[in-house]
């Protein structure tokens, strides 16, 4: 199995910061990575898709980079609607997720 | 527009077999790349990928669970089938399914969920 290491667990922030999570993969999944956001009581959402490319219609402030075992989800400034859970997903065999992320308002 | 719906037992006890059907519309699982999988996340946990199926029948499972899952579709019903034997209370989880619009991209479109409690 490929284990999906998420850090920091819980990431405290201002509107108007830059902030970034990073995803490690035990082994390397070249750029199969996808990034979720999840708020409470609802279904994720996908937000990226191989590590880099956005989805339609998320905001240009979302970015994903990486390739291999390290990858990175950074929000260039947060806004009020981006506090939330994130997640990253590989799926270069069967797949998995990460242990999540929780933004939160400093 | 896609749209997926869970539907199954609320309650199972201990033992018994999980039984979850996902109904879709919006897409055909015979449209080549296309996948539909299950997810599932226990009360306050993470995220946990459990299981798909591919427009071509492949099917993949997590590692860990596989002796215990069975994913199959009907095409002509526009549902996916998921099952997983032995329930245990860590098994209670909200369960999803999610469309996958193929093999290089994410879940894009998820159901609602479905909480599974299992309890005796």
């Known amino acids: 199995d490929i284990q999906m290491t998420q850090s920091p667990s819980t990431l405290s922030a201002s509107v108007g910061d830059r902030v970034t999570i990073t995803c490690r993969a035990s082994q390397s999944i070249s750029s199969w990575l996808a990034w979720y956001q999840q708020k409470p009581g609802t279904a994720p959402k996908v937000l990226i898709h191989e590590a880099s490319t956005l989805e339609t219609g998320v905001p240009s402030r979302f970015s994903g980079s990486g390739s291999g075992t390290e990858f990175n989800l950074t929000i260039s400034s947060l806004q009020p609607d981006d506090f939330a859970t994130y997640y990253c997903q590989q799926y270069n065999s069967h797949s998995s997720f990460g242990q999540g992320t929780k933004l939160e308002i400093k | 527009q896609i749209t997926l719906k869970e539907s199954g037992p609320t309650l199972v006890k201990p033992t018994q077999t999980l039984t979850l059907t996902c109904t879709f519309s919006?897409?055909?699982?015979?449209?080549?790349?296309?996948?539909v999988g299950w997810i599932r996340q226990p009360p306050g946990k993470a995220l946990e990928w459990l299981a798909l199926?591919?427009?071509?029948?492949?099917?993949r499972y997590s590692p860990s669970l596989k002796s215990r899952l069975t994913i199959t579709k009907d095409t002509s019903k526009n549902q996916v089938v998921f099952t997983m034997t032995n329930m245990d209370p860590v098994d209670t989880a909200t369960y999803y399914c999610?469309?996958?619009?193929?093999?290089?991209?994410?879940?894009?479109?998820w159901g609602q969920g479905a909480l599974v409690t299992v309890s005796s």
């Open positions: 999610a469309h996958r619009r193929y093999i290089t991209t994410g879940f894009d479109y």
């Open positions: 919006g897409f055909s699982l015979s449209t080549s790349g296309v996948g």
């Open positions: 199926i591919y427009w071509d029948d492949d099917k």
